[in-house]
């Protein structure tokens, strides 16, 4: 198998007809139906059922679209690598970076890479902490930005200094002093945060003497910060996510739980040769840490 023949199977899926592959293709229907037939043989399984209103992917087929959308993002990644490092700070950089660190990343460092070198495109993916580490260790994307905490391993990371979250306090919910709350103040409150912050609540010192009800999950802190404005509860987010956020007319304060502050990071794959524009980009984001 090879990269035109896979090209040539994602279009037949994609399409649900040979004939509109053919044409998105621009190549004529029996090039296409032989090659779709050779790449069957060689694998030695019927990828796709044909039918008289088109073809339908069969479960072997299923599989290689899922592979072969991964493989074809990494031969994308890789040709742009190369050319990344001929060109030196020109082409596209390939950034991944998790919901809670919209705060920071892309970010002013980034529109600062952008406005230097214009000839800069940027790739910005974003996904839960694992998917970007997927993305990075997959070789999708060159850096990632994402919060803690996350497994390291084989990584190289630059972590940010600790951050607090904040409680965005709708006015009837206000608790605590003029700029903190304590754990213990929040009881009895709804509380909305991410699935990760409601993990480390339940393993928080303060959240074991009393019960905290977690009354909303959202899985983006920004859509936190969106329902605590709209009076759903008193949110929970990283503080630098207040940047990005509107949080209408809530009260913010501190909330002073220790256990309960992370560290943004900068991580890229330990054993990549990073090209000369995401070094430049690692660089910048370092400034934050």
Same mark, same amino acid.
């Given at each position: ?54 073809? +339908? ?17 990494? +031969?994308? &990644? ?21 919901? !809670? ?19 800069? #495109? ?33 990584? #190289? ?31 009895? !409150? ?5 699935? #990760? +912050? ?8 303060? &959240? ?6 977690? !009354? ?5 802190? $920004?859509?936190?910060?969106?329902? &605590? ?33 992370? $560290? ?5 794959? &330990? ?19």
């Amino acid at each position: 198998m090879d990269l035109r023949q896979l090209r040539y199977f994602m279009a037949v899926a994609e399409e649900g007809q040979i004939t509109a592959a053919a044409r998105r293709l621009r190549i004529s229907q029996p090039p296409l139906s032989h090659e779709l037939a050779r790449l069957e043989n060689e694998l030695g399984t019927q990828l796709v059922r044909r039918g008289p209103r088109g073809v +339908t992917l069969t479960e072997a087929g299923r599989l290689l679209y899922e592979r072969g959308t991964r493989i074809l993002e990494m +031969t994308s &990644a890789a040709e742009h690598e190369v050319s990344s490092v001929g060109r030196g700070l020109t082409g596209t950089l390939r950034l991944a970076c998790c919901p !809670s660190t919209a705060g920071l990343a892309p970010g002013p460092r980034l529109q600062e890479l952008a406005a230097r070198f214009p000839d800069v #495109r940027l790739d910005v993916r974003e996904g839960d902490v694992p998917e970007v580490i997927e993305l990075v260790t997959g070789g999708i994307a060159e850096i990632g930005v994402v919060r803690t905490p996350f497994p390291s391993q084989g990584l #190289r990371c630059r972590y940010a200094p600790a951050e607090p979250l904040v409680a965005v306090m709708p006015p009837a919910l206000e608790r605590g002093g003029e700029l903190e709350v304590s754990l213990a103040e929040l009881r009895g !409150s709804p509380i909305v945060c991410d699935r #990760r +912050t409601a993990e480390s609540l339940l393993a928080a010192p303060g &959240a074991r003497e009393g019960s905290l009800a977690v !009354s909303c999950l959202a899985q983006d802190c $920004r859509t936190v910060c969106s329902c &605590a404005a709209g009076g759903l509860g008193v949110g929970l987010v990283p503080r630098s996510l207040l940047t990005v956020c509107d949080t209408g007319d809530c009260f913010i304060k501190t909330v002073t739980e220790k256990n309960l502050e992370t $560290r943004a990071a900068v991580i890229w794959k &330990a054993d990549r040769t990073l090209s000369p524009l995401a070094e430049r980009a690692v660089a910048l984001l370092g400034e934050l840490c």
